[in-house]
């Protein structure tokens, strides 16, 4: 009853440097370097790489201008590496991330790979109604495990 007055519960579920973060997973050694994937124009930058400037959709000469220039912005000078576009492993990574959202809502929307929508209302109500019915079978066994007896 309190859970059909809640209305509904949605999320927006949004990867931030998707591309990056899958490819730091298979390179740890990058997780403290600045990381751009694409080359010619930047697809996503790792928070390192975002110290310096860098941004999605900015061309990689200039990405790598700002880390050798680090120093007249306040930040060390450093190359910007640059890992190349994999989009078949990025493909197998969001498939995976997918059939986690599906386990909460098999209907979710998503529109690329880094990006769902989801509607957690069915769900929820559903452990909700899982916990009371566990709450009152708990309460039906130490009922029983006090009395000695079998509840009726």
């Known amino acids: ?9 949605c999320a927006v ?8 973060a899958v490819e730091i ?18 697809t996503t930058a790792n928070y390192v790489a975002r110290k310096w ?5 900015m ?3 200039v990405g790598q201008a700002l880390c050798r220039r680090g120093p007249e912005f ?6 910007l590496v640059f890992v190349p576009n994999d989009h078949k492993k990025y493909a197998r990574v969001a498939e995976t991330a997918r059939a986690v959202f599906a386990e909460y809502d098999p ?21 909700a109604a899982a916990a009371r019915d566990h709450a009152a079978a ?3 066994r130490e009922a029983w495990e006090a009395g000695g007896g079998a509840p009726a």
């Open 25 to 42: 997973r298979d390179r740890p050694e990058l997780a403290t370097k600045p990381v751009a994937v694409g080359g010619g124009i930047i």
């Open 74 to 79: 306040g930040m060390p000078a450093t190359e």
């Open 138 to 140: 708990r309460s039906l």
């Open 53 to 57: 400037g860098v941004r999605s959709a």
């Open 1 to 9: 009853e309190s859970m059909a007055a809640a209305g509904t519960c």
């Open 107 to 127: 209907h979710f929307v998503s529109h690329s790979s880094d990006e769902a929508y989801l509607d957690f209302t069915i769900y929820l109500r559903c452990r």
């Open 59 to 61: 061309p990689g000469f």
């Open 13 to 20: 579920v949004d990867f931030d440097m998707f591309y990056a």
